[in-house]
């Protein structure tokens, strides 16, 4: 049996906004951003008979790490912040598990009129 792990909609307030687009994006208070995270297991976690924190993936440790690297810092591109949280995520799950992460900026400075953001999506497959 296999599993899939979800944590969706985990939403941190960072700093984020290219070179290109002036100082006004770049210098206004912090966006929010929105990490969903997928992780898929070739097998269930021992913690399914242990019961056992310890002999799964914490959900809790993943948001600690991922708030840890992206806060504090100005990130000029959305690509390069879904890169750096994919690898620091991808570091902290089984080596045999395989991860999608999607990053969204829930509201876009230069284009009001998208109304649900823009993402990258990276994943291992």
């Not at 985990?10 to 700093?15: A, D, E, G, K």
């Not at 969903?36 to 976690?45: E, F, M, N, Q």
């Not at 440790?61 to 992206?70: I, P, R």
């Amino acid at each position: 049996m296999k599993m899939l792990m979800n944590i969706n909609n985990m939403v941190v307030h960072l700093h984020i906004g290219c070179k290109g687009l002036g100082d006004e994006e770049r210098t206004r208070a912090a966006q929010p951003i929105r990490f969903d995270v997928a992780i898929r297991l070739g097998a269930l976690p021992a913690a399914f008979k242990t019961l056992e924190l310890a002999d799964t993936i914490g959900y809790h440790e993943l948001y600690d790490a991922l708030h840890g690297l992206v806060t504090g810092q100005h990130w000029f591109l959305l690509e390069t912040l879904a890169l750096e949280s994919f690898t620091l995520l991808k570091g902290l799950i089984p080596a045999d598990a395989k991860l999608d992460l999607k990053v969204t900026k829930l509201k876009p400075f230069m284009t009001p009129l998208i109304q649900d953001g823009t993402s990258i999506t990276l994943t291992d497959d």
